[in-house]
Nanobody, 128 residues
Framework: QLQLVESGGGLVQPGGSLRLSCAAS????????IGWFRQAPGKEREGVSC????????HYADFVKGRFTISRDNAKNTVYLQMNSLKSEDTAVYYC?????????????????????WGQGTHVTVSS
């Protein structure tokens, strides 16, 4: 059974850090580009970042550039999202998803429709 499982969410104060993990089971993550998305209450799901299968290419939404870093360890079948300088507006459920190919689809990497497999999400709350 193909499955993605996110972990690492929680409650953190503004300015703090969290590292999210996305672990795959039932398939080899190394063949696919992986994206991170988030959805805040009452808002649409939005693309946060994407990393190619090799890790050589990454993309970030403007609202996280300079604060978030995506990385992957294909030997561990896991992708990470390091989130620093967190703000209250980063509060959301964060999802990882596997793209249909090994690349992040250029200018369309943030479109959820391009991703075939999704995890169940992990909650991130940034609050004092």
């Amino acid at each position: 059974q193909l499955q993605l499982v996110e972990s690492g969410g929680g409650l953190v104060q503004p300015g703090g850090s969290l590292r999210l993990s996305c672990a795959a089971s039932g398939f080899t993550l190394a063949y696919y580009a992986i994206g991170w998305f988030r959805q805040a209450p009452g808002k649409e799901r939005e693309g946060v970042s994407c990393i190619s299968s090799s890790g050589g290419s990454t993309h970030y939404a403007d609202f996280v550039k300079g604060r978030f870093t995506i990385s992957r360890d294909n030997a561990k079948n896991t992708v990470y999202l390091q989130m620093n300088s967190l703000k209250s507006e980063d509060t959301a459920v964060y999802y990882c998803a596997a793209e249909s190919s090994s690349v992040c689809s250029g200018s369309s990497w943030y479109r959820a429709i391009r991703y075939n497999y999704w995890g169940q999400g992990t909650h991130v709350t940034v609050s004092s």
